[in-house]
């Protein structure tokens, strides 16, 4: 089973600033990584596919890269609906497929 | 437009069992496969099970494997899964969504509540 661990748990970030999310794989997964928001109440929202590709109606505020076994989801301009919780999850080896343990971007 | 109904969570003893349903509206179900993804409270996301579009072929977690079964009926458009034998640790909130590697659709999620 691949693991999959982000960091930080909580990142405290200003309106206006830039936040970068980690997601690293136990072992490669290649470019078969998602990325996920969850607010609280809701239901997971795609972000992105294949580490890059953003999702249908994803603000060019977000983007996503690394390939491997390093992946990185950067926010380049926080607003007030994007504090929230993110998650990314692996598509290459499964059965299981895999999700972080997620990361907490709050408000500083 | 498409969307993910989730229904039949509730509260249920230890040892019990209940069925979730899904139905699926503004896209044909059959195009898709399907997962079922839980979110214990407080907890991260963990994939449950999938069903190929044809519902041929079944993947199960290793938490759930013997105890929890997916089906599919695509001329109602509907999904399920039936869990039984069921364990304090399956409470959580219960998600189907669209498989394509990745989750693009999900559903509101339907609670499921394990307790004496």
């Known amino acids: 089973e691949i693991v999959m661990t982000q960091s930080p748990a909580t990142l405290s970030v200003s309106p206006g600033e830039r936040a970068t999310l980690s997601c690293r794989a136990s072992?490669?997964?290649?470019?078969?990584l998602a990325w996920y928001q969850q607010k609280p109440g809701q239901a997971p929202r795609l972000l992105f596919y294949g580490a890059s590709t953003r999702a249908t109606g994803i603000p060019a505020r977000f983007s996503g890269s690394g390939s491997g076994t390093e992946f990185t989801l950067t926010i380049s301009s926080l607003q007030s609906e994007d504090f929230a919780v993110y998650y990314c999850?692996?598509?290459?080896?499964?059965?299981?497929?895999?999700f972080g343990q997620g990361t907490k971007v709050e408000i500083k | 437009e498409v969307q993910l109904v989730e229904s039949g969570g509730g509260l249920v003893q230890p040892g019990g069992s209940l069925r979730l349903s899904c139905v699926a509206s503004?896209?044909?179900?059959?195009?898709?496969?399907m997962n079922w993804v839980r979110q214990a409270p407080g907890k991260g996301l963990e994939w449950v099970a999938y069903?190929?579009?044809?519902?041929?072929?079944?993947y199960f977690a290793d938490s759930v494997k013997g105890r929890f079964t997916i089906s599919r009926d695509n001329a109602k458009n509907s999904l399920y899964l039936e869990m039984n034998s069921l364990r304090d640790e399956d409470t959580a909130v219960y998600y189907c969504a669209t498989h394509s590697g990745w989750y693009a659709y999900w559903g509101q999620g339907t609670l499921v509540t394990v307790s004496s």
């Open positions: 503004g896209f044909t179900l059959s195009s898709y496969s």
């Open positions: 072992q490669s997964v290649s470019s078969n």
């Open positions: 999850q692996q598509y290459n080896n499964w059965p299981p497929w895999t």
């Open positions: 069903i190929y579009t044809s519902g041929t072929t079944k």
